[in-house]
């Protein structure tokens, strides 16, 4: 009969411990990260759309209506006082380059 391997014992509750340690750990992060993900996606949306609330604001602030349609959607105008014209023509021409496949 073999005698009792102290080292040996100690070896594997350590190894044991380290395993359930381990375990615990990715419960833990599998239990909170997802929670702490979708928190910072929310903040980071909300904070998005208080961005694009503003910028429209600010756009809404550029244009006036100008004339309905027949189906009764606005028009809009860009009040060029408030740009530059040059800006404005040069886009205007890239843009219609564009829509002829030049």
């Known amino acids: 009969m073999e005698g009792f ?3 040996l014992d100690r070896t ?14 990715i ?15 929310q903040s980071q949306f909300s904070d998005q759309e208080k961005l694009d609330l503003k910028e429209l604001a600010r ?7 100008e004339d309905v349609d027949m189906e009764g ?6 009040r060029t006082s408030k740009y530059d014209t040059e800006n404005i023509k040069s886009r205007s021409i890239t843009t219609s380059c564009l829509g002829r496949g030049l």
Not at 13 to 24: H, N, T
Not at 59 to 65: A, G, K, L, S
Not at 73 to 78: D, G, L, V
Request: charged residues 35%.
């Open 27 to 41: 419960a833990h992060k599998r239990r909170d990260k997802p929670s702490e993900i979708e928190a910072l996606l």
């Open 5 to 7: 391997d102290e080292a």
């Open 12 to 25: 594997i509750w350590s190894l044991f411990d380290q395993r359930l340690k381990s375990a615990q750990d």
């Open 73 to 78: 959607e606005p028009y809009y105008s860009i």
């Open 59 to 65: 756009i809404n602030e550029n244009f006036e209506p």
